[in-house]
């Protein structure tokens, strides 16, 4: 099966631009999910997609982050406007619903340097 | 609250040794499921094995073998005889039964095995 789908592989802006990053999650996923890992620590979880639906946002900077997932399948989120800090590596994650804590299937992510 | 600590950042050794990775985990929850992933420097997460919290049983695969312990909140993970291709940064993460089942990742240890 063809896995999770993430572009652009990377990504250099400048402080205060705008970025989306894109993601295609693996067919029959009906959760997504949006990670950003800085370096030299683990992945922590910005939001949470069940279908098209928000199950978890809390750790979401909404004054800057943003995300949707139109019709339940392929996602974005997008960073505007982006700041040094927000430098990491976004990883798209999905899994299948229905299967208790089953485990996620993770892509490449995108590599944002904001400079 | 949930936490995931791996106390060892970088682990270098060198081909053939055994290697222990270590992980102490801290929740509230009678009902949990931890899991391990290896990021090789491609940058995709890859998932290595899950456990819930009513098995304590250990588990061999090959030369990968986990040892889940409730008493010390701990779930070790053991590569016997590694090789060079065990290069990479493996995590620890911890997920509760239902909510959003999102993963709590620890720091992760980065692990090189020399030839």
């Known amino acids: 099966e063809a896995g999770v789908a993430q572009s652009p592989r990377y990504k250099i802006i400048e402080k205060r631009q705008s970025v989306a990053f894109w993601c295609n999650p693996i067919s029959g996923h009906a959760t997504l999910y949006w990670y950003q890992q800085i370096l030299g620590q683990g992945p922590k979880l910005l939001i949470q997609f069940q279908n098209n639906g928000v199950v978890d946002d809390s750790q979401l900077p909404k004054d800057r982050f943003s995300a949707e997932r139109l019709k339940g399948v392929d996602s974005t989120l997008k960073i505007q406007p982006a700041k040094l800090e927000d430098s990491a590596v976004y990883l798209c994650?999905?899994?299948?619903?229905?299967?208790?804590?089953?485990?996620?299937?993770f892509g490449n992510g995108t590599r944002l340097t904001v400079t | 609250a949930q936490k995931v600590t791996q106390a060892q950042t970088e682990i270098s050794v060198v081909e053939k040794e055994d290697v222990t990775l270590d992980c102490v985990y801290e929740?509230?929850?009678?009902?949990?499921?931890l899991f391990w992933y290896k990021q090789p420097p491609s940058g995709e997460l890859v998932f290595l094995i899950r456990r819930n919290s009513f098995d304590e049983q250990n588990e061999i695969s090959g030369r990968y073998s986990w040892n889940f312990q409730k008493s010390t909140s701990s779930f070790n993970f053991t590569i016997t005889a590694s090789q060079v291709v065990d290069s990479a940064v493996y995590f620890c993460a911890l997920s509760e039964k239902g909510g959003s089942e999102k993963l709590v990742f620890g720091k992760g240890t980065k692990l090189t095995v020399n030839p």
């Open positions: 994650a999905s899994s299948l619903r229905g299967r208790e804590n089953s485990p996620l299937h």
């Open positions: 929740t509230r929850d009678t009902t949990y499921y």
